[in-house]
């Protein structure tokens, strides 16, 4: 660069100041309007910030300065300061929220290979946990080994469901998750309620608790690299906690949990605007408490129909499958044996929807084939047969002299 540098150089050397609460920088962020240079060396920068009132300001500022006014020619920085427009702001806001999700994921426990899937209802009293642990139970059968994290802070039940009790333990500064054996497979489960005295504890915790918590079950859970699942049991609706895993697990999956009632599809679809506002693949829609079918074969739709149907339209994805009203379910939940474990209808179809994730909608990542996989295979059987020869070569006598 020679003599006074162009516009274009002043909006190059912009890419470099970084929103800090965005991630991303103020030009893709369409934040920096634009730059003119005058001949006595005036440089002067248009700034659009999501509020006039933005606590940011002056470090963005500080930032422009810095690498604005260190360039040759350069005699002073003045930046005009302006405000997104409503339409501006939302497209910064989508622009970042893609950065986030096509970024390498923040550094967690979660191994790279496990799918993540989210479990999550626009409302409490669904079955939104009853279905994460069935899932879980029935992919664990299988014989995968899947974590279970128990997101739901305020409203754990996934202990009591899983028949997972105890207290957890640290080791190597880090969280041990409870286990239990289930068939050939292996559940590993972190819950709020494994940290509390009691059932009936209540936590009244607010939203920076709230996300701390998640966090760590997050980052600080040794989950382990055989990981194959992660199923978060998230708490209902779009507040803190569900944003925070977002950002998180930018690359999770969703499951929206919903009754065939109206009212529960209208809140539902909610859930799937966040999801897809941080760039979330939405996997599928279960409806829960579809329909009571008694002995007789008689079908009584207690809590409506359609609702499961019309929001898996509504918002372009799968209906996984339609659980059934079945008091198997809450007699397997008080009791710590998911019913997906035992027969009936209900179980019949959460088994169904199981084999559809396994086989379609959320495949686990085959690493069988991974030249990376096959390399150390290769290397670590090398590395025995080198072993064998030195033991036989110091058993066997050499011949005297």
Known sequence: MSGLPSSDDIMEMLRGVIDPELGSDIVELGMAKGATVGDDGLVRITVALTTSGCPLRAQ???DIRARVGGLPGV??????????????????MAKA??????????ETNVPPTAKVVMVASGKGGVGKSSITVNLAAGLA?????????????????VPRMLGVDGDLVSKDKQIVPLERKVGEGLLRVVS?????ADEQTALMWRGLMLNRAVQHFIEDVQWGDDCDYVLI???PGTGDVQMGVAKLLPRAEMIIITTPAKAAQNVASRVANMGRSYYLRIAGVIENMSAFVANDGVSYEIFGAGGGEELAAEIGVPLLGKVPIDGAVATGGDIGEPIILGSGPAADELNAIVDTLVNEIVPPVEMAGCSARMFDAMAAALDELDAQ??????????DSL
């Open 75 to 92: 005699t002073k920085v003045k930046i005009d300061w302006t405000e997104l427009t409503a339409e501006e702001k939302a497209a910064t």
């Open 97 to 106: 929220r893609f950065n986030v999700q096509n970024s390498e994921a923040p």
């Open 389 to 398: 020869e030195t033991q036989e070569a110091r058993e066997t006598p050499t």
């Open 233 to 235: 049991d998230m708490p």
């Open 192 to 196: 709020m309620g494994h940290l509390v």
């Open 141 to 157: 059968a299988r014989g995968y080994t899947v974590g279970v994290m128990d997101a739901d802070i305020w409203g754990f039940s």
């Open 60 to 62: 963005i500022q500080k």
